[in-house]
């Protein structure tokens, strides 16, 4: 399996930005497609947003289209997601997770995936 560790978390303002990064080890992000997960005091694990192992596709959940950016460097071994416009509801641990297919990378209960430790992310308001 491949190893991926956050970072880039951290306290912003609302209305302030972070970027994200995941870096993977041991194999080659490129043959994955890539996902970042949250999960907030209390709550389940949500997804966030996933690309496709090219990049070409990408898909949001609705709260944070517009706001969120999910992008990989396969040279660099690393996925990003910029992060505009936060807000309070935003605070959580951020995961990124590694799968075979595009489907599964949307997936929080897909128990072949690859994760990290997650990295915190608190917004204040």
């Known amino acids: 399996q491949v190893q991926l560790v956050e970072s880039g978390g951290g306290l912003v303002q609302a209305g302030g930005s972070l970027r994200l990064s995941c870096a993977g080890s041991?194999?080659?992000?490129?043959?994955?497609?890539m996902g970042w997960f949250r999960q907030a005091p209390g709550k389940e694990r949500e997804f966030v947003a996933a690309?496709?192992?090219?990049?070409?596709?990408?898909r949001y959940v609705d709260s944070v289209k517009g706001r969120f950016t999910i992008s990989r460097d396969n040279a660099k071994n690393t996925l990003y997601l910029q992060m505009n416009s936060l807000e309070p509801e935003d605070t959580a641990v951020y995961y990124c997770?590694?799968?075979?297919?595009?489907?599964?990378?949307?997936?929080?209960?897909?128990?072949?995936?690859?994760w990290g430790k997650g990295t915190l992310v608190t917004v204040s308001s």
């Open positions: 041991g194999r080659t992000l490129s043959t994955y497609a």
């Open positions: 690309i496709s192992q090219s990049g070409a596709i990408t």
């Open positions: 997770t590694a799968a075979r297919s595009f489907t599964f990378a949307t997936m929080a209960e897909a128990t072949a995936n690859s």
